[in-house]
């Protein structure tokens, strides 16, 4: 077989782990969950669980994958040969295709906002009153063409291979998304309701936490960190030896949890300037920033650069979405990268027709009260992130070799890793609990 890759430096590593976080979940659905979850709760929440158990789970992930440099079901069974662990490889596998589908149908509204902006007819002045922006172009059948559009370019990036496609984009393209983002908060310091945005994002009311606050807060941190299906574990099986685990999930989780607040830190005041509501759901972002782009000189180019920025975040994510199929398909079941590729896009575009109309032709289809847009969604963030976050953290945590994690965090002894002992705690102890516990609670178990 051929060798497998590996990324080339370091700040190629850091930089594609980011740039596979850093995506529509930090932009796009971060904002839009707080809104609907309460603010300044969900907020609290959704950091407490980045750092205590994503973080640790983003750490699991990371040994696993280098230590075995293989797949998801590879990693389980190498490390575990005679039991059958792998099978949990399966949902990663079926929810990283339920997120490609939904995640391309937004990933496809950026590439529409972004033509609009550029050929100036994003139109921001006559908006008063409502989403009619929105809805002319995202429901009906167009919505499809975007989407299709979309997923022809991730499998264009998907088929230049890994190194090449992946690693330059990303070098490139998050700080610049950084800068902008940044760019757009001071902006945020100057609307009227920047004050009552700021309350409402970071003014916890502890009274809001309910169930479903704590398991949206809990998929959201996986998401937003693409754990629980593996991904990070197969991004990790091309990094090099010598880098720092550690180190890298800590870089990683800190930039991306700053993307998230610094999203927020741009919506809420603008929600409440121009007196939207914050619980719109997932077309809350798309709603507000023509809003924001109409207010700055030179909205226009503002608007074209963010939406392009943004589609291409979401590119890096999707690539490394992808790439959870494409391994396993090429690896386990030994076809061709090219294959591999077409089938995972093949079944994505699918799935991505199906949640394109279910805001228009198909919105009245719903099931348990969800669009298949939303189900898919609460399905895989909800349900299949942290279940798969659970199992790995269980199985790092109990089941294999305590030395395997510790040469992993010190390079074979080569340097020492402080944070070792309670990075092994949390993985025995705090994830798994912490996980069971939000599911009892958010089905009335608890
Ligand atoms: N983290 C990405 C975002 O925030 C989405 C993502 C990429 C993802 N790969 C993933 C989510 C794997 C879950 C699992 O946009």
Redesign the pocket.
């Known amino acids: 077989m051929k060798e497998r890759a590996v990324f080339t430096t370091k700040f190629g590593a850091l930089a594609t782990t980011v740039g596979?976080?850093?995506?529509?979940?930090?932009i796009w659905?971060f904002p839009y969950e707080a809104g609907v979850h309460g603010g300044g709760a969900f907020l609290l929440c959704y950091m407490l669980f980045v750092f205590l158990i994503g973080v640790p789970v983003l750490c699991a992930e990371f040994a696993m994958g280098r230590g075995t440099r293989s797949n998801v079901f590879g990693a389980y069974s190498k490390l575990a040969p005679r039991q059958k662990w792998q099978f949990t490889g399966y949902i990663g596998i079926v929810?990283?295709l339920l997120?490609l589908s939904f995640?391309s149908v937004v990933a496809g509204w950026t590439v529409e906002y972004c033509i609009s902006s550029a050929f100036g007819q994003l139109s921001f002045g006559d908006m008063a009153g409502g989403h009619g922006q929105f809805t002319s172009l995202t429901t009906g059948w167009r919505p499809i063409l975007w989407t299709v559009i979309f997923l022809f370019c991730n499998t264009f990036i998907l088929l230049g291979g890994v190194t090449k496609g992946i690693e330059r984009a990303s070098n490139i393209l998050m700080p610049m998304l950084f800068l902008l983002l940044i760019a757009f908060c001071i902006n945020s310091m100057t609307l009227p309701g920047f004050g009552e945005g700021v309350r409402f994002l970071f003014h916890p009311d502890f009274s809001k936490i309910t169930p479903s606050v704590l398991l949206g807060a809990l998929g959201q941190a996986?998401?937003?960190?693409?754990?629980?299906?593996g991904?990070m574990m197969t991004y990790a099986s091309y990094f090099s030896d010598t880098n720092r685990l550690g180190r890298t999930a800590a870089v990683g989780a800190v930039l991306?949890s700053s993307v998230a607040v610094l999203s927020g830190i741009i919506i809420f005041p603008a929600v409440f300037s121009f007196g939207l509501s914050p619980q719109a759901g997932p077309t809350l972002v798309f709603e507000v920033l023509p809003y924001i782009f109409s207010q700055l000189p030179g909205g226009m180019v503002w608007s074209t650069l963010f939406f392009l920025l943004l589609f291409l975040a979401?590119l890096t994510?999707?690539v490394?979405?992808s790439e959870?199929s494409i391994t396993f398909f090429c690896e386990e079941k030994r076809m061709s990268r090219r294959n591999a590729t077409l089938l995972s896009s093949a079944i994505s575009l699918c799935g991505g027709v199906l949640c394109a109309l279910s805001f228009g032709p198909l919105s009245g289809f719903t099931i348990g009260g969800l669009t298949i847009f939303n189900l898919f969604d609460y399905l895989?963030?909800n349900i299949c992130?942290p279940i798969g976050g659970m199992v790995c953290s269980f199985f790092v945590g109990w089941m294999i070799d305590k030395k395997f994690l510790r040469d992993q965090f010190t390079d074979y002894g080569r340097y020492r890793f402080v944070l070792l002992p309670l990075l092994t705690f949390s993985l025995k102890w705090i994830c798994p609990a912490a996980i069971f516990l939000i599911f009892l609670n958010s089905i009335g178990l608890l």
């Open positions: 596979s976080a850093v995506g529509l979940g930090n659905r929810a990283s997120i995640y996986f998401f937003s960190l693409s754990l629980g299906l991904c991306d979401s994510s999707t490394s979405m959870i895989s963030s992130l």
